[in-house]
């Protein structure tokens, strides 16, 4: 759709701060690793009685998402309530969308509100990109997924996850299994993995969900488990993203889940202490045996929870660089 030339000339005020978060590439190890320090400092917020911080207090976010969403939308809206920000959760399925309205005069209408952040999710590639560039600059932008292009959130809790339970990035080997040609998460994924310095990247799946020159990015790649699964130390599966497949890719369901669903049989192939991702909704039987995403190495559930500890990192961030960018402009932040 819109893909600008250098994201980080939108996502980054002119002193390196975020004040969008669209995308992890291109953005530095410490920009990355600052993300992931701010939300382990939130982690202990959910363990308090009181479940809240004033950092966002007087902040208006609107959640706008154009596409479906459990995790992403609930972990935003609570997140946003966690930093004491008003939250505007807008039902597309009601509003004017649905009456023609484009999105740019539904971004207006909400700017003339005084919102101060946007949260999309939108089908088409590059939908955030666009609206942070083009219709509401000064509105922090975060990215809650667009199309098969990134899902830059949903990379960074799952570095929080693996930091947590594996320390050192730089020894780690990574493999992302499943439907790589349709996924926004394996993109961003791959992006962070890479600017922490991981050992190796790899990505496993079979040659018709395998985007071209995806070597290009720095990944090895395969195409057989035993082969793929081999010595890794974080085993990371994605869902296969069928409401984008618009011919017949796979054979069917249960031929790719003989090939490529994590079964205990194939995680036996990785590490001993091999820990397990899945970004969610989990189709059990398709991608992942249910005994291993109920397992002691899933951490599917750690990911919801440092899901909303990333949320608010890059919420606060980006209102704070957009504040910063306005002090810099000479206006009232
Ligand atoms: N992982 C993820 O984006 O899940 P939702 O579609 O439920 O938000």
Redesign the pocket.
């Known amino acids: 759709m819109f893909e600008p030339i250098d994201a980080n000339q939108i996502q980054l005020n002119s002193q390196g701060q975020l004040k969008h978060f669209l995308t992890t590439e291109g953005l530095s190890r410490e920009l990355l690793t600052e993300i992931l320090d701010t939300a382990d400092s939130f982690l202990d917020v959910g363990e308090r009685q009181v479940k809240k911080l004033p950092l966002l207090r007087g902040t208006t976010v609107a959640n706008l998402?154009f596409?479906?969403?459990?995790?992403?939308?609930?972990?935003f809206e609570l997140a946003a309530k966690r930093l004491s920000a008003d939250v505007l959760n807008l039902n597309i399925s009601t509003s004017s969308t649905t009456k023609g309205e484009s999105l740019r005069d539904t971004l207006m209408t909400l700017h003339a509100m005084h919102a101060d952040m946007f949260v999309v999710?939108h089908s088409d590639s590059g939908a955030a990109h666009y609206i942070a560039q083009h219709v509401t600059p000064d509105v922090a932008v975060i990215n809650?997924?667009d199309g098969r292009h990134a899902?830059p959130t949903?990379a960074m809790l799952d570095m929080l996850t693996i930091r947590r339970h594996k320390g050192d990035f730089s020894k780690l080997t990574c493999a992302i299994v499943g439907d790589i040609l349709h996924s926004r998460?394996a993109r961003s994924q791959i992006h962070a993995l890479r600017t922490l310095g991981v050992a190796e990247v790899r990505v496993i799946g079979p040659q018709t969900l395998l985007p071209r020159h995806i070597e290009a990015l720095g990944v090895m790649v395969y195409t057989d488990m035993n082969e793929g699964l081999k010595d890794v130390d974080v085993v990371m599966m994605l869902?296969l993203q069928k409401e984008r497949m618009n011919s017949a890719l796979l054979p069917s369901e249960s031929e790719f889940y003989k090939l490529y669903g994590l079964t205990e049989e194939k995680l036996a192939i990785a590490k001993p202490d091999a820990v397990v991702l899945h970004?969610?909704?989990i189709n059990r039987g398709v991608e992942i045996e249910s005994s291993v995403a109920d397992g002691p190495r899933s951490l599917i559930l750690d990911?919801v929870t440092n899901?909303l500890a990333v949320r608010m990192a890059v919420m606060s961030m980006a209102v704070s660089g957009q504040m910063q960018e306005k002090q810099n402009n000479g206006e009232n932040a």
């Open positions: 998402f596409e479906n969403s459990t995790r992403t939308l609930s972990t999710r809650a997924g899902h949903q998460v869902r970004p969610g909704p990911q899901g």
